[in-house]
């Protein structure tokens, strides 16, 4: 199994910045890409971005490519998601999750670990 924890979500005002992290430990030798995903209140789980594990490729929700970027840090099993320029709609909360099979997906059924979640809320 994988088990992933994610920090660095919080209350900023719109126009901040934040960077999500995501620790994966366990048989993480396993992951093929680990992705990030969000939700809002009232909405269903919405595709962020994801990134390979090992070559570090990466795609982007078309809609949140230019403020958002993510990268990872091998050595820390860590996955990164920088977020600039905050809006209010982008308050939810972000998942990050671990697939283990090609291709790579947009897909949140197609992940198979999830971690627990971290609370961003932008203010107007």
């Known amino acids: 199994q994988v088990q992933l924890v994610e920090s660095g979500g919080g209350l900023v005002q719109a126009g901040g910045s934040l960077r999500l992290s995501c620790v994966a430990s366990?048989?993480?030798?396993?992951?093929?890409?680990v992705g990030w995903f969000r939700q809002a209140p009232g909405k269903e789980r919405e595709f962020v971005a994801t990134?390979?594990?090992?070559?570090?490729?990466?795609l982007y929700a078309r809609s949140l490519e230019g403020r958002f970027t993510i990268s990872r840090d091998t050595a820390k099993n860590t996955v990164y998601l920088q977020v600039n320029a905050l809006k209010p709609e982008d308050t939810a909360v972000y998942y990050c999750?671990?697939?283990?099979?090609?291709?790579?997906?947009?897909?949140?059924?197609?992940?198979?670990?999830w971690g627990q979640g971290t609370q961003v809320t932008v203010s107007s």
């Open positions: 990134i390979t594990w090992s070559s570090g490729y990466s």
């Open positions: 366990g048989r993480t030798f396993t992951t093929y890409a």
């Open positions: 999750a671990a697939g283990l099979r090609q291709p790579l997906s947009t897909t949140a059924a197609l992940y198979d670990y």
